[in-house]
């Protein structure tokens, strides 16, 4: 499980913080990314997702800066496997684990890091197992509270699930990527795994803003990785080509509660699922976050919604999707 400092539990929104690395969501300057991390904080968000490999360490160093600064009590998961030598995935061996580890531990300016998360790790490095035995020694150490895995498959998830002391599993769940509600949510929920749900918003598209026509900075992975051509296909869009993610938000908007956004709605559904521990929406601009954060105080989605967006999501969206389910 996760909690707070106090003990608690985190708040089930929490801030992705991917696009604080200002290298893949364009243009994110040092000022922005303050007023984000402040701005969610102060919206009640108890706890930020990060990775070593977001900008290099520069998301680290802006939730780093702002921790001190502000005295702020936020629970915080970083992501080890993707940065700095020897390079992905000879990060998942022994000493590199340990040594990625310190590094955040610097740049987070803590004693330990909350939670570790293995970002991006091959099925077979999970097969094989002593990356759990070296966490658990690291978890001895007391360099790290508690540990966790990102995957990017129910299979993988249900691996890890296996592994005992296993805090947390972070997957891809919306209403474009159903699948983990059927077997590994639950059962995660009934081992006290905590489910941290990253892609709440499919890259943005179940904000409902873009349209066909939207294009995207040079410097966005909404740009240059739309068929997975520098990291895992999935990552972007949900693995749904572009157009089509449109097509299907745009359907998704015609079924409604009147005054709901698509957006309101997306984060609902998720937080409809009692296994789901928090929810990570990334923010680019201020406003988002605590814009994100008032859909805690929605009622449930009508099941007449819930269930037509199944009905959408078995009949067009699934096979659409590129990339492990
Ligand atoms: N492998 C991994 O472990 C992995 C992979 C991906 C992400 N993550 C984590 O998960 C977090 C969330 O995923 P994500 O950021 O990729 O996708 P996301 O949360 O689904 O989408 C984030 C984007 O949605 C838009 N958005 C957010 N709130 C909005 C609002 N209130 N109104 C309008 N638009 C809004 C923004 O788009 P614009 O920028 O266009 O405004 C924002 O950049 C990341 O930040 C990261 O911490 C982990």
Not at 130 to 143: D, I
């Amino acid at each position: 499980m996760i909690k707070t400092h106090e003990g608690g539990p985190v708040s089930r929104i929490g801030l992705g913080c991917w696009q604080l690395g200002d290298d893949c969501w364009g243009d994110v300057s040092e000022d922005t990314a303050q007023s984000i991390l402040r701005e969610a904080y102060e919206a009640g968000v108890t706890f930020f997702d990060t990775a070593d490999v977001y900008g290099g360490g520069l998301s680290e160093s802006r939730i780093g800066r702002f921790l001190r600064e502000s005295g702020a009590d936020v629970t915080v998961a970083t992501k080890i496997g993707r940065f700095g030598e020897p390079g992905w995935p000879l990060n998942f061996t022994r000493d590199a684990i340990r040594k990625h580890t310190e590094a955040s531990i610097q740049r987070l300016g803590v004693g330990a890091l909350d939670l570790v998360q293995l970002h991006c790790i091959p099925t077979e490095v999970l097969v094989q197992g002593e990356v759990f035995e070296t966490l658990r020694e690291l978890q001895t150490e007391g360099l790290i509270k508690a540990w966790g895995v990102s995957v990017e498959s129910v299979e993988e998830g249900l691996l890890c699930l296996t592994q005992p002391g296993l805090a947390s599993l972070q997957v891809i769940f919306n209403a474009l990527r159903q699948k983990p509600a059927h077997v590994l949510l639950p059962r995660a929920g009934q081992m006290g795994v905590a489910i941290i749900v990253r892609l709440p918003l499919a890259s943005g598209i179940l904000a409902g803003k873009y349209t066909a026509e939207t294009t995207f900075p040079a410097n966005d992975h909404r740009n240059w990785n739309q068929d997975g051509g520098a990291f895992h296909v999935g990552e972007t869009f949900n693995g749904i080509p572009f157009v089509e993610a449109v097509a299907f938000a745009d359907e998704l908007k015609t079924s409604l509660p009147e005054g709901w956004s698509l957006g309101d709605a997306a984060l609902r559904w998720i937080l409809d699922h009692e296994a789901v521990t928090t929810i990570i929406p990334g923010a680019s601009k201020p406003g988002q976050a605590t814009r994100n954060v008032a859909a805690l105080k929605l009622p449930s989605l009508p099941d007449s919604v819930k269930e037509g967006w199944a009905k959408l999501y078995s009949e067009q969206v699934e096979k659409t999707i590129r990339g492990n389910l």
